[in-house]
């Protein structure tokens, strides 16, 4: 293994009391000089503001589960509609153990309609290449090349780490583990992660992984169908209500038109009925007339 440059363990700008947060451009290229960060296959025209942009590497699997190598003679594979495949990256990245990273899918590539399957943080010590699954959830294939920009990976300071201590004391401090090594200073435990190069695809296990590609591209097409059947059942359901409450509105307003009908008949027949009232009590003066004049006439003259 390569002679491990001191800024593996030590910050050079630890007594900088403004050191923390994200890394600018020029930290980075100045981390990259000593082969940090960006330990292989850097590119100057990949730096951003505050990040870095990794590129498509040699090594994939297919949307079959296949893996596979591409290079300048085969320069790109096709990921299937619906479907996974999984890519490294051509950089290799040496981390120091007092800096963390993040990395994700480029906007371009989310609108392309792929998703970036794994967590996106790196551990602080992490050596070797990244690899990931990548999800087409598009109906279409979807070209992936050799060397193309797909992610962009940022830097960010940690809490202080083996303060005031050499890196060559470090490094005789450590405390070799199964998964992980630490470092114990006074009350304190560091945890680190071991310092051999993690290959592409490292944790590829190849027959589960194909079972696990082809389970999710079923639950993929699964799930659109669910969706597509969602879809369907809600605008039928949506139709359903709306002739459901026409429907109800047109009775609702027969009903209202019939009781204005029926209120109209009934003010008439109140009406005629005041009216024949009337006529009868008119009938009755009359005829109340008549008989005292009938009673008059029959009376005998003095």
Same mark, same amino acid.
């Given at each position: 293994?390569?002679?491990i440059?001191?800024w593996k ?5 630890? =007594?900088?009391?403004?050191r923390?947060?994200?890394l600018?451009s020029?930290?980075?290229e100045?981390?990259q000089k000593?082969?940090?960060? %960006? ?8 730096l951003?503001p505050?990040?870095?942009t990794?590129?498509?590497g040699?090594?994939y699997v297919?949307?079959?589960?296949k ?5 300048d003679k085969? /320069?790109?594979f096709?990921m299937r509609p619906? &479907?996974?495949v ?5 950089e =290799?990245?040496?981390? /120091?153990? *007092?800096i963390?990273a ?8 989310v609108?392309?309609g %792929? $998703?970036?399957g @794994?967590?996106p943080?790196?551990e602080?010590?992490y050596r070797g290449y990244?690899s ?9 294939? %979807?070209r992936i090349? *050799? ?7 940022d830097f960010?300071?940690t809490?202080?780490?083996c303060?005031d201590?050499s890196?060559s004391?470090i ?7 199964d998964? $992980?090594?630490q470092?114990r200073?006074?009350?304190d @435990?560091?945890?680190l ?5 993690y290959p592409?695809?490292k ?7 194909? &079972?696990s ?8 097409r699964t799930?659109?169908?669910i969706?597509?059947g969602?879809?369907?059942?809600f605008?039928?359901?949506?139709l359903t209500?709306l002739s459901f409450g &026409?429907?109800?509105?047109?009775? @609702? ?8 009908s029926?209120?109209y008949?009934?003010?008439? &027949?109140?009406?005629e009925?005041k ?11 009359k005829?109340?007339? %008549?008989?005292?004049? @009938?009673?008059?006439?029959?009376r /005998?003259?003095?």
């Amino acid at each position: 293994m390569a002679e491990i440059h001191e800024w593996k363990y030590v910050d050079p700008k630890r =007594k900088d009391p403004s050191r923390k947060g994200m890394l600018l451009s020029n930290e980075i290229e100045m981390f990259q000089k000593n082969k940090l960060l %960006i330990a292989e296959d850097f590119e100057a025209k990949n730096l951003r503001p505050a990040a870095y942009t990794l590129r498509i590497g040699d090594k994939y699997v297919d949307s079959d589960g296949k893996p596979g190598t591409l290079d300048d003679k085969n /320069p790109h594979f096709e990921m299937r509609p619906n &479907s996974i495949v999984y890519v490294s990256t051509l950089e =290799k990245l040496d981390l /120091p153990h *007092y800096i963390a990273a993040r990395f994700n899918l480029r906007v371009k590539w989310v609108y392309k309609g %792929i $998703l970036l399957g @794994t967590g996106p943080q790196v551990e602080p010590g992490y050596r070797g290449y990244l690899s990931c699954p990548l999800y087409n959830f598009t109906d279409r294939p %979807i070209r992936i090349s *050799y060397r193309e920009d797909f992610a962009t990976i940022d830097f960010e300071r940690t809490t202080d780490f083996c303060k005031d201590m050499s890196a060559s004391d470090i490094q005789t401090a450590v405390v070799k583990g199964d998964e $992980l090594d630490q470092v114990r200073i006074g009350g304190d @435990t560091f945890l680190l992660f071991k310092q051999s190069q993690y290959p592409r695809l490292k944790l590829w296990p190849g027959y589960d992984v194909l &079972s696990s590609l082809l389970e999710m591209e079923r639950d993929l097409r699964t799930w659109r169908n669910i969706g597509i059947g969602f879809a369907v059942s809600f605008f039928a359901l949506t139709l359903t209500l709306l002739s459901f409450g &026409s429907n109800l509105f047109r009775q @609702t307003s027969d009903l209202s038109n019939e009781t204005k009908s029926l209120r109209y008949s009934l003010q008439a &027949s109140q009406n005629e009925l005041k009216q024949s009232q009337a006529d009868l009590q008119v009938l009755r003066d009359k005829v109340t007339a %008549i008989e005292k004049t @009938t009673q008059t006439g029959q009376r /005998p003259h003095p």
